[in-house]
């Protein structure tokens, strides 16, 4: 994934795509080479937006209540309608698109999704098309590379560990601080010490999956990206996902929908022809029945 970087770089990006955490000692001496280094090295990757977002991976069938896509027609005259969807918090990713649709997105709410559809439905209201198509997420596989299985680890969590998880998926371009976090709180008007902040994290090792950053694929030469809905067996919904398609390094995201076309994958490659080799490699597997394609124009939100 990262062979247009120089060696080092790609390494120094492994480490923390498996743990962001691991002291910069740690990574100097596992490459022999100087702390300093290291840190001039993942400042450059921060600085260049190689590395996009410190973050943790949880299971998103679990910590979300509902997860669903958008298709909406709009057109260049209204640019005020992406605008508005992308300043919503519940909305985590906007894509300009080819086909019926020219814009995708991605809601996820904890609570009170209804909320959030009235926002939508707002902004849509006043849009000359006023058209639209929900895509329901019935579950999850797989998001930025990271696989989930089948099953769901459920437990009952409070108010603070909750936002607790939700500051660290998204700490930015620096990993936070424990007493970073205290402030965070604070700011929320949690009061929560530095000391009670790490016994939680402590806590909550169980349903965080890594500590791990998110890159930008585009600057690491992957510039093309597709939405695939893919046709499967239905006798072999789950095997099909688990056992396959999310074995597929191109495929980083990938969802059960309630759909005719019952998967949907976000899939990232180098050109057409890398694509094209893709999906003719699906079609070795006799349980993919039909794929259908929808090339992205532009990320605006990511």
């Known amino acids: 994934m990262f062979d247009s970087l120089e060696e080092l770089d790609q390494k120094i990006l492994e480490i923390l795509k498996d743990d962001h955490r691991k002291p910069f000692t740690e990574i100097a001496t596992d490459l022999g080479i100087s702390r300093n280094t290291v840190?001039?090295?993942i400042k450059k990757l921060v600085q260049k937006g190689i590395i996009r977002n410190y973050t943790i991976v949880v299971d998103p069938n679990w910590f979300f209540d509902k997860t669903?896509?958008?298709e909406i027609k709009t057109n260049p005259h209204e640019p005020w309608l992406a605008e508005g969807l992308q300043n919503l918090y519940e909305c985590e990713l906007i894509d300009g698109i080819i086909g019926e649709y020219s814009l995708i997105l991605k809601v996820r709410v904890r609570e009170d999704f209804d909320v959030t559809l009235n926002q939508i439905d707002s902004l849509?209201?006043?849009?000359?098309?006023?058209?639209?198509?929900?895509i329901d997420i019935i579950h999850i596989y797989k998001e930025n590379g990271y696989v989930f299985?089948?099953?769901?680890?459920?437990?009952?969590?409070?108010?603070?560990?909750?936002?607790?998880?939700?500051?660290?998926?998204?700490?930015?371009k620096k990993p936070l601080t424990h007493s970073q976090i205290s402030q965070f709180l604070k700011k929320r008007r949690i009061n929560i010490s530095q000391p009670a902040v790490?016994?939680?994290?402590?806590?909550?090792?169980?349903?965080?999956?890594?500590?791990?950053?998110?890159?930008?694929?585009t600057k690491l030469g992957i510039k093309i990206k597709f939405y695939v809905r893919i046709k499967v067996d239905p006798a072999s919904y789950n095997a099909t996902a688990l056992e396959f398609l999310s074995n597929q390094p191109q495929i980083t995201d990938l969802y059960r929908t309630g759909e005719n076309y019952g998967l949907l994958a976000i899939v990232r490659a180098e050109d057409i022809d890398f694509y094209n080799n893709f999906i003719q490699n699906l079609y070795t597997d006799s349980r993919i029945l039909d794929t259908h394609t929808t090339l992205v124009l532009e990320e605006r939100k990511k």
């Open 149 to 172: 299985g089948e099953s769901i680890k459920k437990r009952e969590i409070d108010l603070k560990d909750l936002e607790i998880i939700e500051i660290l998926r998204n700490q930015g």
């Open 198 to 217: 790490s016994k939680r994290i402590k806590g909550l090792e169980d349903l965080i999956k890594k500590f791990t950053i998110i890159p930008d694929l």
């Open 68 to 70: 669903i896509f958008i």
């Open 124 to 134: 849509m209201a006043k849009s000359a098309s006023k058209k639209y198509h929900i």
């Open 39 to 41: 840190n001039n090295k």
